[in-house]
């Protein structure tokens, strides 16, 4: 049983460009939260999907976006990159309010 | 508000006990409790749930204070696969966490 798996798992941008990243929620899960973690820091709340909608969201900006497909399957957007959006981008499925398994990160460089 | 956890870093040796302390400043509904090794994903070690029901792991345990809205982390006898950094995060269950910044534990042989 496949865990929760992103693509790419490293990515290179410049400033002001957009970037998508990718999430396949476990298998049977329905629910995919995306969290931002900085070097030496915990994982920062970002928004979470449930049902193709977005249900919660954390403080982040509108230049964060995201998308859930009919499969669960899910997208992070951000656009208008900064330097400080450079980080490793988490993605945790669940069913319903349940544990998080997350996967193992998109790190993301902007220069 | 983010969570406080202590201490920051702690090393042991294999065998040895260690507690790792979460404190907020806000009601807390539940206490998660993750372990990341470096370049891997977190994974889920126990919930804690107000009303004093826990899930989790078996090996290691752990306690919720709601009044102080404390909780802490037991590892008892670690072992060497037990380093890595510790989170712990709050929140309604697991619709919105809020991590702390993590407790790196190191266990020598």
């Known amino acids: 049983d496949a865990g929760v798996t992103q693509s790419p798992t490293h990515l290179i941008k410049t400033r002001g460009q957009q970037v998508t990243l990718r999430c396949s929620p476990k298998s049977g899960h329905d629910t995919v939260s995306w969290y931002q973690q900085a070097l030496g820091q915990g994982p920062q709340f970002i928004f979470q999907?449930?049902?193709?909608?977005?249900?919660q969201r954390g403080n982040f900006p509108d230049r964060f976006s995201g998308h859930q497909f009919p499969n669960y399957s899910s997208e992070l957007n951000v656009n208008a990159l900064l330097l400080g959006d450079s980080a490793l981008y988490l993605c945790?499925?669940?069913?319903?309010?349940?544990?998080?398994?997350f996967g193992s990160g998109t790190q993301l460089s902007v220069l | 508000q983010q969570p406080v956890q202590s201490p920051q870093a702690v090393i042991l040796r294999e065998g040895e006990d260690a507690v790792i302390n979460c404190s907020s400043s806000?009601?807390?509904?539940?206490v998660h409790w993750y372990r990341q090794k470096h370049g891997e994903a977190p994974v889920f070690l126990m919930i804690?749930?107000?009303?004093?029901e826990q899930k989790g792991h078996e090996k290691i345990s752990a306690s919720f204070n709601e009044k102080k809205q404390q909780s802490s982390l037991y590892l008892t006898a670690s072992q060497l696969s037990y380093s890595g950094t510790y989170f712990c995060g709050t929140g309604g269950s697991a619709r919105q966490l809020t991590f702390g910044s993590g407790t790196q534990l190191t266990v020598l042989p």
């Open positions: 945790a499925s669940s069913l319903g309010h349940e544990k998080l398994f």
């Open positions: 999907y449930y049902e193709e909608e977005e249900r």
């Open positions: 806000k009601a807390l509904y539940s």
């Open positions: 804690l749930l107000k009303g004093g």
